[in-house]
């Protein structure tokens, strides 16, 4: 790296910019919640500066704001970030630890309280929020990333930065939804937002991130200001090793930091696929990074990361699923801190008919067989120990007994239960269903009911058919 730039002059710089960026933004659009984040990428740590710009777009009035901070869960006065069956792989080198520390808080505020074992910043703001209106937070913050394989830190290949900054919780039925990080799951829960995010590229580094990304060299420093809309969460992948690849796919601009030969073809049949079925791809780009992981993949806003070490079907079958996620998670957001197999059943199902698009039918029955083989097992064992599997889906991630159990209910449960439904239903009906859902909680948040609503408005009582399988069996 170049050189560093000064917090004070990094601070003017910003405000610097503010007014400007911000009129910018107001222009053509609606108005929505607007995260500008500026970063200062060095070796040591990372310096943030950050302007959010809440638009009550509910029939609510609020008088304070509640940010999650995802990074903060990181912390070393804090458990590992993982399940303990997990460590050896999240932590190959061994337990590491980031560090969040907030600096500043300002704006539209009368105080605030940053609850350090929570992880939530709570802002009381100087006057009541009413719908229709707006309330503006800046912060100034720095972190450390851990060195991990999880979702958020560095490793060998180069760094993940999702969930590194404070960001707004939901809004469910008036209340700012919050519970406490899980290692279970993904416990990230927002509404959608625009974003900008500025940052220095060190020297040598590609990335991909969320958004359309646009470089400049700014004295001797390429900076890139990516702007994202929509989205629900913003992440940036960066790597010293990997190759990068950007082409335009209808109207798409499609990238990929890796060095599989297949992975845009993948990206674009899965693309091609969905939209043709479930409505249109609802974001301008679309970012692919192979990375170290401790899962197969992670799904972030216009952006997907894949483990680096998967081949062949089970490679294509990772790719298909986290793209399949924009359109369940991203585009339609759902509880997952509650309803996990919301997105990641849904998400199943669609990569399931990715593989009969390709007209690889062996994978695709393979996906339905091998749900209900491991299903099996999974009850089988919790029986054997005296402890039968109960077969509710969902539930908070915390409540789950471990991974094993969320896994099998979440993933392997809620594939069958769409299977079950497209054979009960019929595809046509099905896939009519759940375009109208698209359609209809594009940029929400949909509960249950609302899928189960959507259902029904398609194929009356179609929802009674397989709500079972929801339930206690
Ligand atoms: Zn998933």
């Known amino acids: 790296m170049k050189k560093k730039i000064s917090l004070a002059l990094f601070i003017a710089f910003i405000t610097a910019l503010l007014p400007l960026s911000l009129l910018a933004c107001r222009k053509d659009t609606k108005p929505t919640t607007t995260y500008k984040i500026w970063l200062d990428i060095q070796e040591d740590g990372i310096e943030a500066a950050q302007t959010v710009e ?55 505020v009368k105080d605030y309280d940053f609850d350090f074992d929570k992880n939530l910043i709570t802002v009381f703001l100087d006057r009541p929020v009413a719908p229709g209106q707006s309330a503006t937070v800046k912060t100034v913050y720095s ?70 990304g646009k470089t400049s060299q700014e004295d001797g420093e390429t900076i890139v200001c990516a702007k994202a809309k929509n989205i629900r969460d913003f992440a940036i992948v960066l790597s010293d090793e990997l190759p990068k690849k950007s082409e335009k796919h209808n109207g798409v601009e499609l990238n990929y930091l890796g060095e599989n030969p297949d992975t845009l073809e993948y990206a674009k049949k899965a693309l091609n696929l969905y939209s043709s079925i479930f409505g249109k791809y609802a974001y301008d780009s679309l970012s692919v990074a192979d990375m170290p992981f401790v899962a197969g993949g992670m799904e972030y806003g216009s952006i997907c990361v894949i483990n680096e070490s998967l081949s062949g079907e089970t490679y294509e079958e990772v790719v298909a699923h986290e793209i399949a996620h924009q359109w369940w998670y991203s585009a339609v957001g759902s509880n997952n801190l509650i309803s996990a197999w919301q997105d990641e059943g849904l998400t199943n199902y669609s990569t399931y008919l990715y ?66 439904a497209q054979d009960a239903l019929g595809r046509e009906t099905l896939i009519t269903a759940l375009a109208r859902y698209a359609e209809k909680y594009r940029f929400k948040i949909a509960s249950e009911d609302d899928l189960w609503n959507s259902l029904d408005e398609t194929s009356q009582d179609a929802s009674a058919l397989i709500k079972n399988w929801i339930k206690a069996v």
């Open 54 to 108: 809440f638009f009550n777009d509910t029939p609510y009035t609020f008088e304070e704001l509640k940010f999650n901070v995802y990074s903060n869960a990181f912390d070393s006065r804090k458990p590992l970030a993982c399940e303990s069956q997990e460590q050896n792989e999240a932590y190959p080198e061994g337990p590491s630890f980031g560090k969040f520390e907030l600096k500043q808080l300002h704006g539209d």
């Open 355 to 420: 593989f009969i698009d390709n007209n690889n039918l062996v994978y695709a029955d393979d996906m339905i067989a091998s749900a209900y083989s491991q299903y099996r097992r999974f009850c089988d064992i919790q029986n054997s120990v005296g402890e039968p599997a109960v077969g509710k889906l969902g539930g908070r991630l915390n409540d789950f007994p471990g991974n094993y159990y969320y896994t099998n209910l979440t993933y392997n449960k809620s594939l069958m239960m769409w299977k079950y």
């Open 143 to 212: 972190f450390t990333l851990p060195h991990t394989k999880l979702r958020y830190g560095f490793n060998e290949r180069g760094a993940t930065l999702s969930g590194f900054y404070p960001q707004l919780c939901a809004i469910v039925d008036g209340d700012w939804y919050y519970d406490d990080f899980s290692t279970i799951g993904d416990p990230y829960f927002a509404d959608v937002a625009d974003y900008e995010v500025t940052f220095n590229l060190p020297d040598g580094f590609e990335y991909v991130s969320s958004g359309i």
